[in-house]
């Protein structure tokens, strides 16, 4: 079983919509990042918490430590925002990452 | 312009040929990490640095080596490359010791393939 699991694995929206992408893992963490892949394959990272809430523009970023749950939530979503969205758990004394498989969002016009 | 560059972009070699694939950053970062991305699997972390001559391995490090002698550096060396290695590589860095300390900047990949 992976660490890191994120659901739903693909994920279609219609632009405009509020849009939740989850994830769980199991292990103790120290941090938790979410990363954007746009389709032309760059990588940006987006959020990196260890507790709380996070937002930057229209993305916000939440995280339940008891629970080891992490969702990343888009709202008024834009066909800029189709892109393949990864979680990542940071662990360990030296900080290794371990990613989640990575949900597929694709927003409609 | 603050980026992290990666050499080259494309490769296609043939089994059990050396190569290495350059990573360098222009931001002083102190952590820079290696990952490969492979449909279905998604990104592994392959190794990482947390300064100048400190390096630890990731989840996936066989068949890898790295070396950090200087702070903007970080290459990725296949010493006797095999198919299975044929991937997206990705090299990263952040400003502090750890990548939750501050952003991570990504290079823009390097496709290898392994015949």
């Known amino acids: 079983k992976n660490e890191v699991e994120q659901s739903p694995q693909n994920l279609t929206a219609q632009e405009g919509e509020f849009i939740t992408i989850n994830c769980s893992y199991s292990?103790?963490?120290?941090?938790l990042h979410w990363l954007q892949q746009h389709p032309g394959g760059g990588i940006v990272s987006l959020f990196m918490l260890s507790s709380g809430k996070k937002k930057h523009g229209r993305l916000i970023a939440t995280i339940n430590i008891q629970e080891k749950h992490s969702s990343l939530h888009i709202t008024a979503s834009h066909p800029r925002d189709s892109a393949v969205y990864i979680c990542a758990a940071e662990t360990g004394a030296n900080s290794k990452l371990t990613f989640g498989k990575g949900i597929t969002l694709s927003v409609r016009p | 312009e603050a980026q992290v560059t990666q050499n080259p972009r494309y490769l296609i070699t043939v089994t059990g040929k050396k190569l290495t694939v350059t990573c360098s950053q222009n931001m002083n970062h102190e952590y820079m990490s290696w990952y490969r991305q492979d449909p279905g699997l998604g990104l592994r972390q392959i190794y990482y640095?947390?300064?100048?001559?400190?390096?630890d391995k990731g989840d996936v490090p066989e068949g890898y080596k790295v070396s950090r002698k200087e702070k903007r550096n970080f290459p990725l060396i296949l010493e006797s490359p095999s198919p299975n290695q044929t991937s997206l590589y990705f090299c990263a860095s952040s400003f502090g010791g750890f990548p939750s300390t501050d952003t991570q900047y990504f290079g823009p990949g390097t496709r290898l393939t392994v015949l």
């Open positions: 292990v103790g963490i120290s941090a």
């Open positions: 640095s947390m300064n100048v001559e400190v390096t």
